[in-house]
């Protein structure tokens, strides 16, 4: 699918804001962690809604992943997936001096809570800029250790097509690897339209 479903200039702001916004995630993560971390520029496309799980299958890479899901609400809405490569929780507990190896339940509440900081840090970021109202839902786990390719079903999004924002999180020095997506469904990017123009004519 095209881009038809915000304009160039949207799509620019869109990409200036979210970067502002990862950064500031990659900032609290760094904090988290006492490590550096690598961010990708934010990659911005349409996507009908069949070929979402596609798209996170691609970015994910070949192999085994784990996913979180986050519902955000208010003037901005839709839902934050985070995607983590295979080795990801065992790597963080390592930073985090955790000791042992994670169990499975510790290595769960790990990720939901990386996920936490990353999409409120984010989130509540591009929210800011564009001055409109966000809340969250807690998250959740999509799915565990799982083949890429199974991440999403297409049965489990109820929008057409959506509006996908991603970047990739790295570690220095780390295998860890993780994907930030933004799921925003039809209905809901008319409210982002607005605030990127409100955003645009006050530059």
């Known amino acids: 699918m095209s881009m038809e479903i915000i304009s160039s200039d949207q799509r620019d702001a869109l990409q200036e804001i979210a970067?502002?916004?990862?950064?500031?995630?990659?900032?609290?993560?760094a904090q988290v962690l006492g490590t550096f971390v690598e961010l990708s520029v934010p990659q911005i496309s349409a996507v009908d809604a069949a070929e979402i799980p596609?798209?996170?299958a691609a970015l994910a890479g070949d192999g085994v992943a784990s996913a979180v899901r986050q519902?955000?609400?208010?003037?901005?809405?839709?839902?934050?997936?985070?995607?983590f490569a295979e080795h990801s929780?065992?790597?963080?507990?390592?930073?985090?001096?955790?000791?042992?190896?994670l169990d499975a339940p510790a290595s769960r509440e790990l990720l939901l809570d990386i996920s936490n900081?990353?999409?409120g840090a984010c989130l509540g970021g591009i929210a800011e800029l564009l001055r409109a109202e966000i809340g969250f839902s807690a998250p959740s786990l999509l799915a565990d250790q799982v083949a890429t390719s199974k991440l999403l079903q297409a049965d489990a999004i109820a929008a057409r097509c959506a509006l996908l924002v991603e970047v990739r999180f790295g570690l220095e020095k780390r295998a860890f690897r993780c994907?930030?997506?933004?799921?925003?469904?039809?209905d809901a990017i008319?409210?982002?339209?607005?605030?990127?123009?409100?955003?645009?004519?006050?530059l």
């Open 19 to 29: 970067n502002i916004g990862m950064g500031q995630a990659g900032a609290s993560i």
């Open 54 to 56: 596609a798209a996170l």
């Open 71 to 83: 519902a955000f609400l208010g003037e901005l809405r839709g839902e934050a997936i985070v995607i």
């Open 89 to 101: 929780a065992s790597d963080l507990a390592e930073l985090l001096s955790y000791g042992d190896a």
């Open 117 to 119: 900081v990353l999409v």
């Open 179 to 186: 994907h930030l997506v933004m799921l925003m469904p039809e």
């Open 190 to 202: 008319a409210a982002l339209r607005l605030a990127l123009d409100r955003f645009i004519e006050e």
